[in-house]
């Protein structure tokens, strides 16, 4: 429960949300398992780790609830992913530290629907193919988290041509896989003169039910 809500104010941080309440039913969206509970006994109990932090919203809300949060990693803190050591390194750090939860946003900069307007067919195809070893690290992360039974979520725009590739399409189509959809606004994220909601449609692929059930938010 404290790791949804913790995922709902992060959510609500990206917005500009004033603040989050938490839901009456929290309590009711993970039900504790022995082996949450043996985590929760072991003071080093990690919830959290963060790929492509960006400005590190997630781990600062985990952090603030006073939740176990690894390092976040991103390239503005040094972290290079098409680098194989930096790669194997977090692949080594999930299965030792066993993070409940790894949240990734990678970048959807050649992806987005922008990127139609920004780039010929050809320099997109090029772009793209260069990002690969980046969406083969997000299976790798995806691959492990389910091996260890924790919890991994994908972010980027629902729009996103990411969506499309074969290596999280083999995700998508897996039945015990999600892809829960929240609209921005429905967390409160409005114009930065703060006149008008702002929807920003996005889609998070995650390997829990009862989190992409409860995390789906749509504008009204």
Known sequence: AQVFLACTLAIGAWAHEVGVEPMKDVCAVFTPSRDLEQRQANSEMVDCLEL????????????????????????????????????????????????????????????????????????????RAKERVLIQFVDGVIETQNLLGGMAIVENPRSSDMWRHSALQRWILKPDIHLAKVDLCAYGMVSSDHAVPMRKPLSLLCNNGRFAEHITKLCD
């Open 52 to 127: 492509f932090a960006g400005q590190a919203r997630v781990s600062e809300a985990f952090a603030k609830k006073r939740r176990g949060v690894l390092q976040p990693r991103d390239i503005r803190f040094g972290h290079d992913f098409r680098k194989s050591q930096v790669r194997d390194e977090i692949l080594h750090e999930i299965k030792t530290k066993r993070p409940g939860m790894v949240w990734m946003a990678p970048p959807c900069t050649y992806w987005c629907g922008f990127s139609r307007l920004n780039f010929s067919p050809q320099e997109r195809r090029r772009l």
